[in-house]
């Protein structure tokens, strides 16, 4: 069965930086784009990031560019999101997500990882 | 960037009714629109595909339909199980957007 697993959430302060990692398992990792999507405390849901199957390709929501650079490790089936000059805006749930076509709908997510970004 | 408007943003009913929540587009996406259900403290959870294709393990009670720029999720005789966020989410373009998400409180 597929899991997606994400950690290295946690409290921040802000300009800081964290990284963020989904650990999959039970698929065939490198055939299938990658995505973050958050959700600030009861809000709705944010899409953050895309990376293609093999990490060539690469998209983020205007909020985040410049800010967070999404990355794969396909060898150890692996998706991280580095997280820098975080704010307070940035205080969310963040989910892995798994893509099944370019076009297609994310059939997988992880259970969640909390980010908080406070002084 | 495409964006999803859904209606209504909350909706309180009773078990066995029929719901219907509408996801509308500001341009056509074709049919490259799906539904999820987030149910407290818990992960989204794909409901329908490409608009209206069913998802195995889905009950049989939700289905979806539209095209363009219009489409709906009806829930068919209501369970107490169903109370949850809905969301549309669209894959025709980049930036993936979801709808704001309609919240479904059981009587």
């Known amino acids: 069965q597929v899991q997606l697993v994400e950690s290295g959430g946690g409290v921040v302060q802000p300009g800081r930086s964290l990284r963020l990692s989904c650990a999959a398992s039970?698929?065939?990792?490198?055939?299938?784009?990658m995505h973050w999507v958050r959700q600030a405390p009861g809000k709705g849901l944010e899409w953050v990031a895309v990376i293609s199957y093999d990490g060539s390709n690469k998209y983020y929501t205007d909020s985040v560019k410049g800010r967070f650079t999404v990355s794969r490790d396909n060898s150890k089936n692996t998706l991280y999101l580095q997280m820098n000059s975080l704010r307070a805006d940035d205080t969310a749930v963040y989910y892995c997500a798994k893509d099944t076509s370019y076009y297609g709908d994310f059939d997988y997510w992880g259970q969640g990882t909390l980010v908080t970004v406070s002084s | 960037e495409i964006v999803l408007t859904q209606s209504p943003d909350f909706q309180s009913v009773t078990p066995k009714e029929k719901v219907t929540i509408t996801c509308r587009a500001s341009q056509s996406i074709g049919s490259n629109l799906h539904w999820y259900q987030q149910k407290p403290d818990q992960s989204p959870k794909l409901l329908i595909k490409y608009a209206s294709q069913s998802i195995s393990g889905v009950p049989s009670r939700f289905s979806g339909s539209g095209s363009g720029t219009d489409f709906t999720l009806t829930i068919n005789s209501l369970e107490a199980e169903d109370a949850a966020a809905y969301y549309c989410?669209?894959?025709?373009?980049?930036?993936?957007?979801f709808g704001q998400g309609t919240k479904l409180e059981i009587k």
């Open positions: 039970g698929l065939t990792f490198g055939s299938y784009g």
């Open positions: 989410h669209q894959s025709r373009s980049l930036p993936r957007t």
